[in-house]
């Protein structure tokens, strides 16, 4: 059986998702997998929108990828400026934290491989990943800086009253007039189409109308976007983006510093009307922290028609409460995924599963104990190393030797590397959480707290420590994916209990009522 190798691909900005980049990558990795004598993994690591710059990939997919990947099996990148546009240092130190584990890094476009052994004997071999790393992140400082300067400049010109060079919102526009075979941009204007979208959005806000239920009757009367960048609206953009956009009264707000200055632009609504519909927004019912918690495994539940989130919705008919899962994109108006498995029998099937903590621990046991603990190994080898010198030392003080000298020297700096290389790791591992520490204090959690409201944000943390999703295959059947790679199945009945896979020792499947 060939090793298995997992593909990451990674796009800077969210405009690039619409291109090609996402399936280039994916089918020159997957070829470098062949290539290479790898079977890739059909799961999908990509990251949109996500800056190798600042290192946010580092905790995104590819911080997913080194917490799964197991020793043997490879990573595939496109080119290695997909995988980090740091400085040089962070990006070979990330990358050494692969190779320890005894992972095979490759790339697709110049068909390289770089492994444990040809990092630490061949410079050749990491020199490409130091030259793209270091080139990225030079282009991307200088880009930063010239982009710091623009944004001066704009704003000393916005301040002076001159015109906005820069994008505007959605409703206003530039008048454009050609002087010399160029574009002049002239003053701000309305656009009409779009300034009655906004101004409907706060008449049905005045009304009483939330946002989410202005989002959904949008999207089901197929109302473009004011901004014309998406195709959907949503109750975050309508708040952020216009009912609190002090834009439609006129007035420019800075990014950095929060300053409004007052009349840049023409106004849509009237200053009463921003202002109490400001206010009525404001005053709409929140979530409490019990409220939110409701849900024990929000944000790791995907749907099976379109692999979204799944949330919890309730429906009160006849004077009783239904909650039900649901599509969060169904729930927008964005697919017509019709699953809604009833939330209660979810909730006490999951909790039945992870209150079987033989089934549990095993499940998850089977991929820890597999693994070298690998601050122990370099304890280990540090202590060894230190044993050796000690000896060494003791033999150069009774016979002074110039090769021995220099063996010594050599065991100094393989120590010292030893002692850095413990207290990083050691850094790295600070504040992270085992999974199975994590179902220790679960099991402890949920036999205290469960049914207590206060509480469940405590069970739904150490949920999230164990658990990397919830996958949905239908409406009576779901996959527990534990960090780590180890799967559950649990299967719903259609009028209460439910069954396990593997089953426990003590089912004999009656726990099924049919």
Known sequence: ????????????????????????????????????????????????????????????????????????????????????????????????????????????????????????????????????????????????????????????????????????????????????????????????????????????????????????????????????????????????????????????????TGEVIKGIFPRVVSDEVFYSANASATGQKKQTTAQVANNLATGLIRCPGCGGNMRLNRNHQHGKVYSYLVCSCQFMGKSNCSCRPRYELFESSLLALMRESTLVRKAMGQQLDEQPDELTALRGKLQAADAKLNELMAHLETAPSRILAQRVQTLEAEAEQLRAQLQRKEAEQKGTVRPDAAYETFARELSEHAQKAEYRERVKVCLRQMIDKIQFVAKTHYTVLFRGGATLDVILGPSGGWLFSPTPDWATGSRVND
């Open 1 to 256: 059986m060939r090793p298995v190798a997992y593909s990451y691909e990674r796009c800077s900005s969210t405009k690039q998702i619409d291109g090609d980049t996402e399936r280039r990558q994916w089918d020159e990795n997957k070829a470098c997998a062949e290539q290479f004598g790898f079977e890739l993994s059909d799961e999908r690591f990509f990251d949109a929108g996500v800056s190798a710059y600042r290192g946010l990939n580092f905790e995104a997919n590819l911080g997913r990828i080194l917490e799964r990947i197991q020793p043997g099996q490879g990573v595939i990148f496109n080119d290695m400026d997909r995988f980090s546009r740091q400085n040089w240092k962070t990006a070979v130190d990330f990358l050494e934290r692969f190779l320890t584990k005894g992972v095979v890094v490759m790339t697709s476009r110049n068909r390289q491989q770089i492994t444990l052994e040809s990092f630490r004997k061949d410079p050749g071999s990491f020199l490409p990943v130091i030259m793209a790393s270091h080139i990225g992140h030079a282009e991307d400082a200088k880009k930063a800086y010239y982009v710091k300067k623009a944004w001066e400049t704009k704003r000393a010109e916005i301040r002076a009253g001159m015109a906005i060079r820069q994008r505007l919102p959605g409703w206003l526009k530039h008048e454009k007039t050609v002087v010399g075979g160029k574009i002049v941009l002239g003053k701000v204007i309305v656009n009409k189409g779009k300034a009655e979208i906004v101004r409907e959005i706060f008449r049905l806000t005045l009304k009483g109308w939330s946002r989410r239920r202005i989002a959904k009757d949008f999207n089901a009367r197929r109302v473009p976007s004011v901004s014309g960048q998406v195709n959907h609206w949503n109750a975050q953009s309508i708040l952020a983006c216009i009912v609190r956009n002090p834009a439609v009264i006129g007035d420019y707000r800075m990014r950095e």
